[in-house]
Protein backbone atom coordinates (compact mmCIF):
# COMPACT_ATOMS: atom_id res chain seq x y z
CA UNK A 1 0.00 0.00 0.00
CA UNK A 2 1.43 3.45 -1.08
CA UNK A 3 1.58 5.60 1.58
CA UNK A 4 0.67 9.44 1.85
CA UNK A 5 2.17 12.07 3.96
CA UNK A 6 -0.49 12.11 6.33
CA UNK A 7 -1.44 8.88 6.88
CA UNK A 8 2.70 8.09 7.35
CA UNK A 9 2.43 11.32 9.80
CA UNK A 10 -0.61 10.21 11.76
CA UNK A 11 0.23 6.48 11.72
CA UNK A 12 3.55 6.97 13.22
CA UNK A 13 2.35 9.57 15.98
CA UNK A 14 -0.80 6.66 16.68
CA UNK A 15 1.91 4.04 16.76
CA UNK A 16 4.12 5.47 19.10
CA UNK A 17 1.29 6.39 21.72
CA UNK A 18 -0.48 2.86 21.79
CA UNK A 19 2.46 1.33 22.71
CA UNK A 20 3.32 3.56 25.12
CA UNK A 21 0.11 2.75 26.26
CA UNK A 22 0.27 -1.14 25.77
CA UNK A 23 3.52 -0.57 27.89
CA UNK A 24 2.24 1.08 30.71
CA UNK A 25 -1.02 -0.77 31.27
CA UNK A 26 1.33 -3.95 31.23
CA UNK A 27 3.30 -2.96 33.88
CA UNK A 28 -0.16 -1.73 35.77
CA UNK A 29 -1.09 -4.94 35.68
CA UNK A 30 2.05 -6.58 36.83
CA UNK A 31 1.54 -4.73 40.10
CA UNK A 32 -2.41 -5.32 40.45
CA UNK A 33 -3.34 -7.57 43.12
CA UNK A 34 -6.89 -7.75 42.20
CA UNK A 35 -7.60 -10.32 39.86
CA UNK A 36 -10.45 -9.09 38.27
CA UNK A 37 -8.97 -5.16 37.50
CA UNK A 38 -5.50 -7.31 36.35
CA UNK A 39 -7.76 -8.88 33.89
CA UNK A 40 -9.30 -5.51 32.70
CA UNK A 41 -5.57 -3.87 32.34
CA UNK A 42 -4.21 -6.84 30.47
CA UNK A 43 -7.22 -6.50 27.76
CA UNK A 44 -6.69 -3.02 27.49
CA UNK A 45 -2.56 -3.76 26.97
CA UNK A 46 -4.03 -6.31 24.46
CA UNK A 47 -5.92 -3.89 22.50
CA UNK A 48 -2.98 -1.36 22.50
CA UNK A 49 -0.52 -3.79 21.38
CA UNK A 50 -2.79 -5.28 18.45
CA UNK A 51 -3.41 -1.41 17.24
CA UNK A 52 0.41 -0.39 17.29
CA UNK A 53 1.09 -3.55 15.44
CA UNK A 54 -1.64 -2.09 12.47
CA UNK A 55 0.08 1.76 12.80
CA UNK A 56 3.58 0.33 12.74
CA UNK A 57 2.86 -1.82 9.71
CA UNK A 58 2.43 0.96 7.93
CA UNK A 59 4.48 3.65 9.47
CA UNK A 60 7.61 1.35 10.46
CA UNK A 61 7.92 2.59 13.86
CA UNK A 62 10.60 1.45 16.55
CA UNK A 63 9.58 2.83 19.45
CA UNK A 64 12.03 4.21 22.52
CA UNK A 65 11.77 1.50 24.63
CA UNK A 66 13.69 2.94 27.47
CA UNK A 67 11.88 6.06 27.77
CA UNK A 68 9.22 4.41 27.31
CA UNK A 69 9.78 1.99 30.11
CA UNK A 70 10.66 5.34 32.29
CA UNK A 71 7.37 6.63 30.91
CA UNK A 72 5.14 3.33 32.48
CA UNK A 73 7.70 3.81 35.49
CA UNK A 74 6.46 7.37 36.56
CA UNK A 75 2.81 6.19 35.66
CA UNK A 76 2.60 3.16 38.24
CA UNK A 77 4.24 5.73 40.97
CA UNK A 78 1.10 7.46 40.47
CA UNK A 79 -0.84 4.40 40.83
CA UNK A 80 0.45 3.90 44.08
CA UNK A 81 -0.49 8.00 45.26
CA UNK A 82 -3.59 8.50 42.79
CA UNK A 83 -5.14 5.03 42.43
CA UNK A 84 -5.52 2.67 38.85
CA UNK A 85 -8.28 4.22 37.82
CA UNK A 86 -6.74 8.02 37.84
CA UNK A 87 -3.84 6.25 35.28
CA UNK A 88 -6.05 4.75 33.63
CA UNK A 89 -8.69 7.34 32.86
CA UNK A 90 -5.34 10.12 32.53
CA UNK A 91 -3.97 7.85 29.42
CA UNK A 92 -7.65 7.62 28.01
CA UNK A 93 -7.75 11.19 27.99
CA UNK A 94 -6.62 12.05 24.15
CA UNK A 95 -8.73 9.46 22.92
CA UNK A 96 -11.57 11.78 21.67
CA UNK A 97 -8.72 13.73 19.67
CA UNK A 98 -6.97 10.31 18.60
CA UNK A 99 -10.54 9.15 17.02
CA UNK A 100 -11.05 12.24 15.30
CA UNK A 101 -7.24 11.88 13.82
CA UNK A 102 -8.01 8.31 12.99
CA UNK A 103 -11.53 9.26 11.31
CA UNK A 104 -9.91 11.26 9.07
CA UNK A 105 -8.48 8.61 7.08
CA UNK A 106 -11.18 6.54 6.38
CA UNK A 107 -11.14 7.67 2.74
CA UNK A 108 -7.48 7.36 2.27
CA UNK A 109 -7.11 3.30 3.58
CA UNK A 110 -8.67 0.75 1.59
CA UNK A 111 -9.31 -3.45 1.78
CA UNK A 112 -8.70 -5.04 5.13
CA UNK A 113 -6.59 -2.08 6.63
CA UNK A 114 -10.35 -0.21 6.09
CA UNK A 115 -11.96 -2.90 8.30
CA UNK A 116 -8.61 -2.70 11.07
CA UNK A 117 -9.49 1.21 10.90
CA UNK A 118 -12.91 0.70 11.56
CA UNK A 119 -12.20 -1.62 14.55
CA UNK A 120 -9.73 0.45 16.28
CA UNK A 121 -12.11 3.73 15.96
CA UNK A 122 -14.37 1.54 17.93
CA UNK A 123 -12.73 0.34 20.05
CA UNK A 124 -11.51 4.10 21.14
CA UNK A 125 -14.88 5.33 21.27
CA UNK A 126 -16.59 2.30 23.15
CA UNK A 127 -14.90 -0.87 23.97
CA UNK A 128 -11.36 0.70 26.00
CA UNK A 129 -13.84 3.55 27.82
CA UNK A 130 -16.29 0.25 28.89
CA UNK A 131 -13.11 -1.37 30.07
CA UNK A 132 -11.71 1.03 31.89
CA UNK A 133 -15.65 1.63 33.63
CA UNK A 134 -15.13 -1.86 34.65
CA UNK A 135 -12.02 -1.32 37.27
CA UNK A 136 -14.15 0.04 39.66
CA UNK A 137 -11.90 0.60 42.16
CA UNK A 138 -13.07 1.46 45.86
CA UNK A 139 -11.49 4.88 45.91
CA UNK A 140 -13.28 6.44 42.82
CA UNK A 141 -16.87 5.60 45.25
CA UNK A 142 -15.48 7.94 47.51
CA UNK A 143 -13.67 10.35 45.34
CA UNK A 144 -16.50 12.76 45.99
CA UNK A 145 -15.85 12.74 50.13
CA UNK A 146 -12.56 13.00 49.68
CA UNK A 147 -12.85 16.42 47.30
CA UNK A 148 -15.25 17.67 49.56
CA UNK A 149 -13.01 17.34 52.58
CA UNK A 150 -9.79 18.77 51.30
CA UNK A 151 -11.67 21.53 49.34
CA UNK A 152 -13.50 22.73 52.23
CA UNK A 153 -9.94 22.16 54.70
CA UNK A 154 -8.03 24.57 52.17
CA UNK A 155 -10.48 27.12 52.23
CA UNK A 156 -11.14 27.22 55.88
CA UNK A 157 -7.77 26.66 57.00
CA UNK A 158 -6.70 29.53 54.37
CA UNK A 159 -9.30 31.58 56.34
CA UNK A 160 -8.50 30.92 59.96
CA UNK A 161 -4.52 31.39 59.51
CA UNK A 162 -5.46 34.73 57.61
CA UNK A 163 -7.49 36.06 60.54
CA UNK A 164 -5.33 35.35 62.85
CA UNK A 165 -2.61 38.03 60.77
CA UNK A 166 -4.43 40.85 62.22
CA UNK A 167 -4.74 39.45 66.13
CA UNK A 168 -1.25 37.56 67.09
CA UNK A 169 2.43 37.75 65.96
CA UNK A 170 2.95 34.39 66.94
CA UNK A 171 3.69 31.87 64.77
CA UNK A 172 2.78 29.41 67.62
CA UNK A 173 -0.52 30.35 68.88
CA UNK A 174 -1.70 31.32 65.01
CA UNK A 175 -0.62 27.18 63.80
CA UNK A 176 -2.58 25.96 66.74
CA UNK A 177 -5.43 28.13 66.06
CA UNK A 178 -5.37 26.60 62.95
CA UNK A 179 -5.05 22.79 64.17
CA UNK A 180 -7.95 23.69 66.54
CA UNK A 181 -10.14 25.16 64.00
CA UNK A 182 -9.19 22.23 60.97
CA UNK A 183 -9.58 19.33 63.52
CA UNK A 184 -13.30 20.79 64.92
CA UNK A 185 -14.22 21.19 61.38
CA UNK A 186 -13.28 17.50 60.47
CA UNK A 187 -15.23 16.14 62.76
CA UNK A 188 -18.16 18.55 61.79
CA UNK A 189 -17.61 17.20 57.98
CA UNK A 190 -17.00 13.76 58.57
CA UNK A 191 -20.39 13.97 60.14
CA UNK A 192 -22.19 15.40 57.71
CA UNK A 193 -20.47 12.84 55.65
CA UNK A 194 -21.48 10.26 57.57
CA UNK A 195 -25.46 10.81 57.87
CA UNK A 196 -25.70 12.10 53.76
CA UNK A 197 -24.03 8.82 52.82
CA UNK A 198 -26.70 6.51 55.04
CA UNK A 199 -29.23 7.83 52.10
CA UNK A 200 -26.52 6.72 48.92
CA UNK A 201 -26.58 3.10 47.71
CA UNK A 202 -23.52 1.03 47.34
CA UNK A 203 -21.31 3.41 49.61
CA UNK A 204 -20.54 2.64 53.24
CA UNK A 205 -21.31 5.64 55.68
CA UNK A 206 -18.18 5.02 58.03
CA UNK A 207 -15.70 4.68 54.96
CA UNK A 208 -17.14 7.85 53.57
CA UNK A 209 -16.71 10.00 56.81
CA UNK A 210 -13.51 8.39 57.25
CA UNK A 211 -12.31 9.46 53.99
CA UNK A 212 -13.57 12.82 54.50
CA UNK A 213 -12.03 13.54 58.16
CA UNK A 214 -8.54 12.08 57.45
CA UNK A 215 -8.27 14.31 54.02
CA UNK A 216 -9.57 17.54 56.09
CA UNK A 217 -7.33 16.63 58.61
CA UNK A 218 -4.34 15.74 56.33
CA UNK A 219 -4.84 18.99 54.78
CA UNK A 220 -4.95 21.19 57.95
CA UNK A 221 -1.33 19.47 59.08
CA UNK A 222 -0.07 20.24 56.02
CA UNK A 223 -0.84 23.93 55.69
CA UNK A 224 -0.10 24.42 59.31
CA UNK A 225 3.18 22.85 59.78
CA UNK A 226 4.93 26.16 58.46
CA UNK A 227 3.54 28.14 61.74
CA UNK A 228 6.16 25.64 63.72
CA UNK A 229 9.48 25.87 61.54
CA UNK A 230 9.47 29.70 61.40
CA UNK A 231 9.19 32.69 63.67
CA UNK A 232 7.68 35.31 61.30
CA UNK A 233 3.93 34.89 60.84
CA UNK A 234 3.85 36.32 57.42
CA UNK A 235 6.70 33.80 56.19
CA UNK A 236 4.29 31.14 57.86
CA UNK A 237 1.49 32.61 56.07
CA UNK A 238 2.90 32.58 52.80
CA UNK A 239 4.10 29.14 52.96
CA UNK A 240 0.92 27.82 54.14
CA UNK A 241 -0.96 29.88 50.98
CA UNK A 242 1.38 28.04 48.53
CA UNK A 243 0.62 24.32 50.42
CA UNK A 244 -2.86 25.33 49.87
CA UNK A 245 -2.17 26.01 46.22
CA UNK A 246 -0.29 22.86 45.74
CA UNK A 247 -3.36 20.82 47.28
CA UNK A 248 -5.89 23.05 45.07
CA UNK A 249 -3.72 22.32 41.87
CA UNK A 250 -3.34 17.69 43.03
CA UNK A 251 -7.36 18.11 43.75
CA UNK A 252 -8.48 20.08 40.73
CA UNK A 253 -6.12 18.12 38.74
CA UNK A 254 -7.19 14.38 39.79
CA UNK A 255 -10.43 15.60 39.88
CA UNK A 256 -10.27 16.91 35.98
CA UNK A 257 -8.94 13.58 35.08
CA UNK A 258 -12.28 11.60 36.58
CA UNK A 259 -15.10 13.96 35.50
CA UNK A 260 -13.14 15.28 31.73
CA UNK A 261 -13.84 18.34 32.84
CA UNK A 262 -11.53 21.72 32.37
CA UNK A 263 -8.86 21.37 34.79
CA UNK A 264 -7.54 25.25 33.73
CA UNK A 265 -10.75 26.61 34.44
CA UNK A 266 -11.63 24.70 37.55
CA UNK A 267 -7.76 25.63 39.21
CA UNK A 268 -7.83 29.14 38.72
CA UNK A 269 -11.76 29.18 40.58
CA UNK A 270 -10.38 27.14 43.32
CA UNK A 271 -7.28 29.89 43.79
CA UNK A 272 -9.74 32.67 43.16
CA UNK A 273 -11.89 31.20 46.23
CA UNK A 274 -8.19 30.79 48.46
CA UNK A 275 -6.86 34.14 47.52
CA UNK A 276 -10.17 36.12 47.99
CA UNK A 277 -11.17 34.38 51.55
CA UNK A 278 -7.77 35.07 52.65
CA UNK A 279 -7.96 38.61 51.68
CA UNK A 280 -11.42 39.21 53.23
CA UNK A 281 -10.53 37.48 56.65
CA UNK A 282 -7.31 39.31 57.13
CA UNK A 283 -9.08 42.50 56.57
CA UNK A 284 -11.47 41.16 59.56
CA UNK A 285 -8.70 39.85 61.78
CA UNK A 286 -6.89 43.35 61.25
CA UNK A 287 -10.10 45.18 62.05
CA UNK A 288 -10.54 42.72 65.61
CA UNK A 289 -7.58 43.13 66.07
CA UNK A 290 -7.58 47.11 66.53
CA UNK A 291 -11.02 47.28 67.95
CA UNK A 292 -9.90 44.72 70.95
CA UNK A 293 -6.60 45.60 70.96
CA UNK A 294 -5.13 42.03 70.96
CA UNK A 295 -2.18 42.73 68.93
CA UNK A 296 0.40 42.13 71.26
CA UNK A 297 -0.44 38.20 71.92
Same mark, same amino acid.
Given at each position: ??? @??? !? ?22 ? #? ?7 ? $? ?7 ? =? ?10 ? $? ?7 ? !? ?9 ? #? ?23 ? =?? #?????? !? ?20 ? @? ?16 ? #? ?115 ? $? ?26
Amino acid at each position: MEV @DSS !LYRIAREAALDEYKEYVVYSALAR #VERNERRRG $VLEALAAAE =LDHFRFWSRIAG $VRPPVWRTR !LYALFMVLLRF #VFGVTFVAKLLERGEVEAVARYKSL =LG #VVRGED !LEALRRIIRDGEEHEVALVEQI @DETIVKYMGSLVLGLADA #VIEITGAHAGTLGTTNSTVVAGVIGLIVGIGAAISMASASYLQTRHEVGKSPAVAALVTGVGYIAAVSLMSLPYFLTHDVYHAFAASIAVGVLLSFMLTFQGSVYTGRDFKYEFLQT $VGLLLGTAALTYMLGEWLGGLFGVRVI
